[in-house]
């Protein structure tokens, strides 16, 4: 694991101490780079000494792009900040001024923000020799910006040493080639180039503009051993033909509960992988990563302060206290980060079930029907248990006499739809409701259930929950 902040290095001085770096790649859709160029190369058009302590945004549309400029930055720029693909250009002069800002570093044109004052630097995966030596000035911050939907998003800090504390660098025998369905300027994704940049591995990236079949043919052809998705990547993937592709080592799921269907239909598809679920979140970093195949974790987790991360429930939401979270909002308005005791409230719900606890659902994603409590992952853990089912969503709808009904979408699996591609039967559709009425309270059962041909997923990989 990386060291105490008394032991200082960079991403860069990390990845050439992993070794064998003219023999490891990322790859993205269109091309690949070899990480020993960076010894004698840069992918920027400005100097390590120019860049030296800059408060800089990465606003790259490719990632290729991004992850060489994170590897160069780190341990220079007193600050990055790492700008998602999906995040409203009408956030940037909050972003800029928030962060103080003075470099932009991008491969288009540089964002329009009126009245500001800023250097901008151009990234290419076309390298420029350079003399400059990356040295380790500072410990940068990361700066991980939230979806900002409702409004501003908020900017959590990290350092390399938070962010990657979890990673265990090890010289592999074996070549390991990393993927994710993940973009990396999100903390999922930004976890797994850490992981294959830390651990002596290559990655291959992932593109918005592929299918999700085209990605696993190319994920495929680089015979990718690890690959890291949320189960929704997940479900889509196990409806591509191409998912039999694949031959992956090690599987990982998170960015959203993994339910015991998901869990159980990765298994059965890749039989002899090691399939991890974990828990993880921007503020709070990574919790926990569970092997065993079942739903949920271990009771034995939480109150036990044995291990480097500490879990507590507290009015039903998981709390969590390590050196991995964050350790702060940026922004003198910005809320506090932790409670007096030094946890982040991941504002995820649980629920003990005997001796393991299980997610129920998110604390501001609850539906009110009637003056009741229902967490549509609940009822979307029940339907997605039918073995005809591939995935499903849940939502409210207006009802002048409660508030609010749930309705349900559901996709059907392939191997059980009809010649259209998909079907949803009244046989199908009839059992679903009997499964449902058999499990949950009667205001938990959708009033309706609608067979579709696939659902939204957003840019962070999880379902889009919009309104009914």
């Known amino acids: 694991m990386l060291q105490s902040q008394g032991d200082l290095k960079s991403l860069w001085s990390l990845v050439r101490s992993s070794g064998h770096v003219f023999e490891r790649k990322i790859w993205d859709a269109r091309t690949s780079v070899s990480l020993g160029d960076l010894t004698r190369a840069s992918s920027l058009d400005s100097t ?8 800089v945004l990465v606003a790259t549309q490719d990632q290729l792009a991004a ?9 220079n720029a007193r600050r990055i900040v790492l700008w998602p693909p999906d995040l409203s250009l009408d956030h940037a002069h909050f972003v800029m001024a928030t962060a103080e800002i003075d470099t932009i570093v991008s491969d288009r044109p540089a964002i329009a923000v009126g009245g500001a004052n800023f250097r901008s630097v151009s990234a290419s995966i076309e390298f420029v020799r350079t003399d400059s030596e990356r040295s380790c000035h500072c410990q940068t911050e990361w700066i991980l910006l939230t979806s900002g939907t409702t409004g501003a998003p908020k900017m959590v800090v990290h350092t390399l040493l938070s962010l990657a504390g979890a990673i265990a660098r090890q010289k592999i025998r074996k070549p390991v080639i990393w993927s994710t369905f993940y ?90 992988t090691r399939i991890v679920h974990a828990f993880a979140s921007t503020e709070g970093g990574l919790a926990f990563d569970i092997d065993d195949g079942l739903a949920g974790f271990p009771a034995s987790l939480v109150n036990n302060r044995k291990g480097e991360v500490e879990l507590k429930v507290e009015d039903g939401s998981l709390r969590v206290r390590s050196a991995r979270t964050a350790s702060r909002y940026l922004g003198t308005t910005a809320e506090t980060l932790t409670d007096p005791d030094g946890f982040v409230d991941t504002r995820d719900l649980v629920e003990l079930r005997g001796d393991r606890y299980y997610f129920v659902g998110r604390r501001d994603g609850v539906i009110n029907v009637g003056g009741q409590k229902v967490h549509p992952e609940e009822i979307e853990d029940v339907i997605n248990r039918h073995p005809c089912v591939q995935m499903s969503l849940v939502k409210a709808r207006r009802s002048h006499i409660t508030g609010a009904v749930v309705i349900a979408d559901v996709v059907v699996k392939l191997e059980a739809a009809g010649t259209n591609g998909w079907c949803g039967t009244e046989e199908l559709r009839r059992e679903i409701f009997q499964t449902c009425r058999r499990t949950l309270a009667p205001y938990k059962v959708p009033a309706t ?12 990989g999880k379902l889009a929950r919009l309104g009914a």
């Open 67 to 75: 992850a060489l400029t994170l590897i160069e930055l780190d341990g």
């Open 449 to 460: 259930i609608r067979f579709v041909p696939s659902l939204d997923v957003a840019a962070s």
């Open 183 to 272: 973009d990396i300027r999100r903390y999922g994704g930004l976890q797994i180039l850490l992981r294959a940049l830390l651990d002596g591995g290559s990655l291959v990236l992932s593109s918005s503009a592929e299918s999700t079949s085209d990605f696993i043919t190319r994920a495929a052809g680089h015979r990718v051993t690890h690959i890291s998705g949320t189960p929704s990547h997940w479900r889509r993937a196990l409806m591509s033909p191409s998912a039999r592709q694949l031959a992956p080592q090690y599987v990982r799921l998170s960015g959203e509960i993994a339910d015991q269907s998901i869990l159980d239909s990765l298994r059965s598809f890749y039989e002899g």
């Open 48 to 55: 390590a000494e120019e860049l030296c302590g800059s408060s």
